[in-house]
Nanobody, 122 residues
């Protein structure tokens, strides 16, 4: 079983930046794709950004140009750099990972972190 632990959430003013981290442990050799999802109150969970083992990325339209996903395979870590944050970015952000080669809006990995709260004040 893969364990994912997120960190880096917090409270930030609109226009500010945060960097989320997700460290994977236990059986990390099976991980190919990694991703960040978020869930705002009263809304469904949505894919924010995903990255393959080779570094190919895809983003939700709402975060393109503002968020950057990256990873270090040797450290089994994925990051989400969030710039120009907006009030509507407020949500719990979850790390996701799996054996599949690519994570998309309709194909997620089976492993989840516990989530980290990001709150953007207007």
């Amino acid at each position: 079983q893969v364990q994912l632990v997120e960190s880096g959430g917090g409270l930030v003013q609109a226009g500010g930046s945060l960097r989320l981290s997700c460290a994977a442990s236990r059986n990390t050799f099976i991980i190919n794709a990694m991703a960040w999802y978020r869930q705002a109150p009263g809304k469904q969970r949505e894919l924010v950004a995903a990255i393959t083992r080779g570094g190919s990325t895809n983003y939700a339209d709402s975060v393109k140009g503002r968020f950057t996903i990256s990873r270090d395979n040797a450290k089994n870590t994925v990051w989400l750099q969030m710039n120009s944050l907006k009030y509507e970015d407020t949500a719990v952000y979850y790390c996701n990972a799996g054996r599949l080669s690519t994570i998309t809006a309709t194909s997620e990995g089976p492993y989840w972190g516990q989530g980290t709260q990001v709150t953007v004040s207007a």
